[in-house]
């Protein structure tokens, strides 16, 4: 199917008239009978929102011009495989078991691949075959060459264990200790920090992966205390409710 096709029959099924999705996705009756005509398609942000309102990949709404495929497990995706950020949008990088609620599942690919073989175990594959063949499918996915940048297996436990020791060493007021780091996506902790003289900063790379937590304050409150770091850096803030309102307190090189 087209976006053309796409957008008509997801609409008509709603029962909806162009004016009502028009005025769902903020865009005007003439832009719907536009993209129902196949003369333009919807821009990135309209994308979004459509995505959103039907509940549907934007992969989807283009006519599924591609096979997306979760970049930690390999596993072909449809609408409902997909994972979800924490807001409800879709992630069309991965699958729901390999990314949930903005965190990764897998740290280690020799657990991964155990799992996935459990499952594809079977009159197809033996299991050494299924173990061969995760083994030479994974690494070349997306999200374990990133994970290599950080270091890949034993070292990045290594560096897991050496950044919770840096953290604890700071010894910062109210922050309880660091027990625990979890693999996190840059756009999904890539907070807005005002500096002293008013300008706002990011310090990260939307496509990066950092290791992070968040922390309850040992004062109580409804802040948080986040954590992040890499190989390059040490980074503490705090923030109200869902990230809201973020000061930074620290940021180290390492
Ligand atoms: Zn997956």
């Known amino acids: 199917m087209e976006t053309k096709d796409v ?11 162009q004016d009502e999705l028009a005025e769902k996705v903020f865009v005007t009756r003439q832009a719907v009978s536009r993209w129902e005509h196949g003369d333009t398609i919807p821009g990135t942000e309209t994308l979004k929102l459509l995505s959103e309102f039907f509940g549907v990949s934007i992969n989807t709404l283009l006519g599924s011009p591609r096979q997306l495929i979760c970049q930690c497990c390999g596993m ?11 807001d409800g949008s879709f992630n069309e990088d991965y699958c729901k078991w390999c990314y949930a609620d903005g965190e990764y599942t897998y740290s280690d690919m020799d657990d991964l691949i155990d799992v996935c073989v ?11 075959q299924a173990r061969e063949y995760m083994k030479s499918v994974l690494p070349k996915l997306d ?15 290594e560096l897991k ?15 309880p200790k660091v027990e625990k780091l979890n693999a996190l996506v840059g756009s999904y902790v890539n ?8 300008r706002m ?3 990260l790379d939307d496509n990066a992966t950092y290791l ?16 992040l770091a890499n190989m390059d850096f040490l980074l503490v803030c705090t923030y109200g409710c869902g990230g809201s309102d973020p000061e930074l307190v620290l940021y180290k090189k390492r």
């Open 7 to 17: 957008i008509l029959s997801l609409r008509t099924n709603k029962g909806l008239s």
């Open 76 to 86: 072909p995706l449809d609408d409902s495989l997909i994972s979800r950020e924490k």
């Open 118 to 128: 459990k499952h594809m175990t079977g009159k197809d594959f033996t299991e050494e």
């Open 143 to 157: 999200y374990w060459r990133r994970y290599e940048e950080l270091g890949g297996g034993e070292k990045f436990e």
């Open 161 to 175: 264990k050496q950044l919770i020791d840096e953290f604890n060493a700071l010894h910062i007021e109210g922050m």
């Open 191 to 198: 907070l807005e920090y005002r500096l002293p003289n008013g």
């Open 201 to 203: 900063v990011k310090f």
């Open 212 to 227: 992070g937590n968040q922390l309850e304050c040992e004062f109580g409150g409804d802040r948080c205390f986040g954590i």
